[in-house]
Each structure stands twice: as C-alpha cells, then as structure tokens.
C-alpha cells in the first residue's frame, strides 16, 4: 500500500523510497489498511441490504433441504421420491373429491319439514325438558309459540320462515313482547344452527313468554298482519 510522500506499507514494514525498512507498530498498520478499504470505490458492487436478505433467505431455503435430503432416507434421490408421492398423493385424492367448495349455511328455517300443532310441539318440548335436553326443549317451546301464533291467525302460516322473521312479524302486532320475541328468536338461533347449548333458565323463559303471548291480543287485524308476509 502506498501512502503519503511515496511510503510504502507492508505488513509491518515501512519502505520509503531509497530508504531502508522501519518497522511499524501492528495497530497503526491495520488502521491504515482498514482506511484504505474502507474507501467506497471498493464497495460501489456490493449487494444492497435487500439483496442481502433475499440471499439469506435463499441460503436458509437451500440449508433446509439439504438437511431434509441429508435425513431423508437414499439422500437427495430419496428426497424427491417423497416430494414425488406426495405430489401424486395430493392429485389422486382432488381427482376423487373434486374441487373443495365452501358451504355457506343459511339460517335454519323454524319448522324444518315437520307439521306438528303447538300442542304436540309443546308435548315434545316438554318431554325434552324432563330428560333435561334443554337446547331441544328450547327449539320445540319456541316452535310451539309461532305455530300457536298461526293457529290464532296472527301470524299467516307460511313455510320456510325464520325465527327472526316470525320474531319481527310478531313484535310488530305485539309491540309489548317485542324485545322478548327478538331474545327468543336469537336463542333459538343459537342453539339451533350457532352450535352454542340452551340451559334450563332459557328454556323456562320461553315457557314464560309462550303463556304470555297466548293470552296477548294483537294490534292488528289477521288480513293485515299477512300484509307484512316476505
């Protein structure tokens, strides 16, 4: 390395021109050649700090499979063979099942396919509560009250409604049990299709508003009430 005045540093001789060697101290020669490399015209081709990092992540990459391929039995060689079966396993089993399809479930209608009156639902509810099942108990009290809403001709008879719907048609005619009826309707909803479990304190108050609701008069007449159908 060449310094001021035609000095030349190696190692930890000096050499001036004519001159004969002087030796020099170790740490002033390491801070001179640190200097000197320390010039950016030596690092202007040096990656950037986000080349840096894709590197590693190759590096880690490659690390990863080459102690895969270390384990796995036959080597390298064995390794694709895996990678191959695998392959082959994942397309046997989209060719049997097909394309996966997301299954949107929709609210569960309130009656389902059945056709019981209110007294046979209250019957099953009943029954249901003695055996302690109280998320059925619960479903079947609340059927119990919509249909005797039907059967009153305050609400029209009509398949495929919902809780919530039979709750906000109701709660309309009867303004004073409207909350209630929305709270019933959520439990039922719950419980039905939210996979949560019904209690024997919801399955009591339900019984409570079913007898309340029996003797309630509606606001509105039957013709009107099936005005607000869907």
């Known amino acids: 390395m060449r310094g001021p005045g035609g000095t030349i540093t190696a190692g930890r001789f000096a050499v001036r021109g004519g001159d004969i060697p002087v030796d020099t101290s170790r740490v002033p020669a390491r801070e001179a050649a640190r200097d000197e490399l320390s010039d950016p015209m030596y690092h202007q081709h040096d990656p950037n700090l986000l080349e840096r990092g894709i590197d590693r992540f190759w590096d880690w990459i490659g690390g990863l499979f080459d102690g895969a391929a270390g384990a796995g039995p036959g080597g390298p060689v064995g390794l ?41 639902h209250r019957t099953a509810a009943a029954a249901h509560a003695d055996a302690k099942r109280w998320t059925e108990a619960v479903q079947e009290r609340m059927r119990a009250l919509v249909r005797s809403l039907e059967d009153r001709a305050v609400l029209d008879a009509r398949p495929g409604r919902t809780a919530d719907e039979a709750a906000a048609d109701a709660g309309r005619l009867l303004p004073a049990h409207a909350a209630r009826l929305r709270t019933a309707a959520r439990v039922f909803d719950d419980v039905t299709y939210g996979g949560r479990t019904a209690d024997e304190a919801a399955y009591l108050t339900l019984c409570t508003l079913d007898r309340d609701i029996e003797t309630a008069k509606p606001l509105l007449t039957a013709g009107t009430a099936g005005g607000g159908a869907l």
């Open 80 to 120: 694709v063979v895996i990678s191959l079966a695998v392959v082959a396993l994942a397309a046997a089993l989209w060719w049997r099942l097909g394309t996966p399809q997301r299954t949107i479930r929709t609210p569960e209608t309130l009656f389902g396919d059945t056709t019981r009156s209110a007294a046979d």
